[in-house]
């Protein structure tokens, strides 16, 4: 039986080009700067998102924990989303290790920070009852309001707000190349002003492992200590490496095919009696469905049905579903899917 995963673009394997490269990949200890694939990968990471400087790391949750923690001191303050995945699922790395207090605030159903809800949010700098306000946390695409993009003109707008109130402001950009792709620019608009961005090789670029940290250089620099602080400095990583840079030469433009099957799935499935679109048409590549208030159980009793079909989702609520495109999900794929949940249903 054929398996179509769509649990995650997490589940995507590296492509033949990917295991080419790493098995060629030149090697050194990047502990001590001399990776020559590390230091490729940086750098053109960084020039892809306008930035001065990159630092590879294992994973977008450390890569955005050493942002937190290079932008904020203990005490302090991030102001993100409650539908972050900083503030979800990131197991609150920023307090537990950093002593670092999240300060969330209602996400719109199109990702955005309302500029009031800013406003309000932030702090008395000169009210010692309060913590100190010294970032603000915008993730684009927006995972939980349904892979939603984030314009560049809003994106400004917040980084402006920031700076002007002595803030500084970070991306998690997990999904930054769906964002581009979506709106038909490059990734470095969707992120200027932002002080720091992460985003990650390993979901639908495809790479088997790891993400990049970009911002200026004396940020970069200060990093490095925290990275290693949090156990991420890796000696012989260019084998890795290696499959980042195919991903970012050879994966992006072809996001746009992973967002035109998420929205034929949605389509397919707005058809199956029973099932309804939660958050609309997708921009990027999830789906978000919920069960009709007629049918009977749960959302979880319908992926286990659904498995048996060969289909493999998630449930994000007690009646609501995400399924995310990727790669290694065809046409044949889409069909598979939506003929299984009306069988199921």
């Given amino acids: ?13 590296p492509t033949p080009a990917m295991r080419e490269a790493m098995a060629k990949a030149e090697v050194g200890d990047d502990v001590m700067g001399e990776d020559p694939t590390i230091n490729r990968l940086q750098e053109l990471a960084a020039e892809r998102l306008g930035k001065e400087a990159g630092i590879f790391v294992p994973s977008g949750t450390m890569g955005n924990l050493v942002a937190v923690l290079a932008h904020c001191g203990r005490g302090d303050e991030a102001i993100m989303g409650r539908l972050g995945h900083t503030f979800l699922f990131e197991a609150g790395g920023m307090s537990a290790l950093g002593g ?9 159903p199109d990702g955005t920070l309302a500029m009031d809800d800013l406003r309000g949010a932030l702090r ?25 993009v984030l314009t560049p003109e809003y994106t400004r707008q917040v980084a402006d707000f920031a700076h002007e109130r002595g803030l500084k402001l970070h991306i ?8 581009a792709v979506a709106l038909g620019l490059p990734a470095s608009q969707l992120v200027d002003g932002a002080d720091s961005v992460t985003f990650c090789l390993s979901k639908g670029l495809c790479a088997p492992v790891g993400s990049v940290l970009c911002g200026s ?49 949605a389509r397919g499935l707005a058809q199956v009696t029973g099932l309804k679109l939660h958050m609309g048409m997708p921009q990027t590549n999830m789906v978000f469905v ?47 899917t939506v003929d299984a949940f009306a069988k199921v249903l």
């Fill in 1 to 13: 039986m054929n398996i179509v995963d769509l649990r995650s673009d997490t589940v995507t394997q």
């Fill in 100 to 108: 670092v207090m999240a300060n969330t605030i209602p996400n719109q």
């Fill in 124 to 148: 008395d700098i000169h009210d010692p009852h309060h913590p100190i306000s010294r970032l603000v946390i915008l993730e684009n695409t927006q995972n939980r309001c349904g892979g939603t």
């Fill in 172 to 179: 998690d950009g997990a999904r930054i190349f769906n964002a």
């Fill in 217 to 265: 250089r004396e940020f970069i620099d200060r990093t490095q200590r925290l990275r290693k602080q949090l156990g991420g400095g890796m000696r012989q990583a260019g084998i890795l490496a290696a499959a980042g840079i195919v991903a970012l030469e050879q994966m992006v433009d072809r996001l746009a095919e992973d967002h035109r099957r998420a929205c034929d799935l």
């Fill in 290 to 336: 919920s069960l009709d208030d007629g049918v009977p159980g749960t959302a979880w009793d319908v992926c286990l049905r659904l498995e048996k079909h060969g289909v493999l989702t998630h449930d994000v609520s007690e009646r609501a579903f995400r399924l995310v495109t990727h790669y290694w999900v065809t046409d044949e794929g889409i069909q598979q």
